[in-house]
């Protein structure tokens, strides 16, 4: 007997080893807790040549001044580069001569070193058969996790209040921005909402208002002129607040008490200081000037009204039965990164080469009487905790001399291309220059500049 129970204690004991082993095993390869990070397995399979082809890819020289691409151009079945603006040859290395500094755009590349520091965190693979279905298990189109990402990103931010509020996910700002005109508008036709901004202002808001040419909607230009002749009805009015302000950067507030759009493309800690949160009833944010990933098409749109979110909601349903599901798995994957210790290394990133720029562009306007850019007053911003100046995307410049009523014209002289006063519904006394394309792009802005302003000397004629 004795010898028996001793056979069971030596046996049990073995078999106590051999599950803590097991269990040890199933923890490491990713068993446990559902929240956990996820523990990588040594060995890939169906992944591997995925892989391998992206970081082949990634690897083709093309100068710093290109890039090349797996969706992009193939030479003798081979990807080749795709090079930047004023830059040619097998590998983007040879600069063509006396090209223009095109600055009219306001692609956000230079956010692009970034996410290449970070490549491997921001990195997505994407199997054939990932998520085939127009909805999410829950019934949804929205991805659940993504959502909880952006709220946390803007309780981190302290740029937005999300708490008890809806969300909506759009293709771009743009989408919502046109599916929030169809929300707050009238559903009288013989009495249609009249849709306003203050100049000047962003023109796709004209442009999307006039193309869907709804007659529970119309575009009536400026608020301001609109509010002179009108000093009542204002209920019957949809305003658009852009701010930060495209093109000048200026913290806007709403002209008319009724409904509003809060477009906060911009509103982020490297363009401007945060003073606080917004809590509006309708804002817009895009991930375009969030991360750089203009591209991927997404933005969200955060609503305080049932009514109004649902008005949205069906607008985006019926327009694109939902934003791609590749797309949101690709946001989630950049948020983490953007999240990651408290947004620090994003936001410091973004906001330290946005201010070099800025610091470089003041510089050669200091020296210049023709040509003046818009004023930077400092406030305190709640993220960085610090009072600094904004470092707005785009340089508002404006021609001082009498004779330069085309402002455009005279920096395309000079071998610049902006954007023209009137396409805010300025005065063309006025032109925008991007200051968030590739670095190549902003060091032939300023030495174009800088030849410019060295000519204020001599007559106009032989410039």
Partial sequence: ???????????????????????SIYLYAGGGDKNQEISYRSSLTWSEKAAAEAEAVAAINCSGHGRAFLDGLVWDGQPVCECYACYGGTDCSEMTPGCAADD????????????IQNAADSAVVIPGWHRMSYRFDDNTMMSTELEYYIRKLHSIVGNAITERRYMVFGVGSSQLLSAAVYALSSENSSSPSNVLASIPFYPMYEGQTVFFNSENFKFEGDTNSWQANNSTNHM??????????NPDGELKKPVLV???????AYFWPHFTPIPGPSDHDLMIFTLSKLTGHAGTRFGWAIIKDKDVYEKVSKYIRVADLGIPKDTQLRVLKLLKVAIKEDGKPLFEFAYNKMKERWDRLASVFTKSTRFSIQKRHPLHCMFFNETRLPSPAYAWVKCEREEDEDCGAVLEAGNIKGRSGSTFTEKDRYTRLSLIKNQDDFELLTQRLTELVSTENVSVGTI
Wanted: aromatic letters at 18%; one cysteine or more.
């Fill in 1 to 23: 007997m004795i010898k028996i129970k001793k056979y069971c204690y030596g046996t049990c004991f073995l078999m106590s080893i051999a599950i803590n082993i097991l269990f």
């Fill in 104 to 115: 009219d755009s306001g692609d956000p590349i230079f956010l692009e070193p970034f996410w």
């Fill in 236 to 245: 019957n009015a949809v305003e658009f607040v852009t701010s930060p302000n």
């Fill in 258 to 264: 009724g409904k509003t759009i809060y477009d906060h």
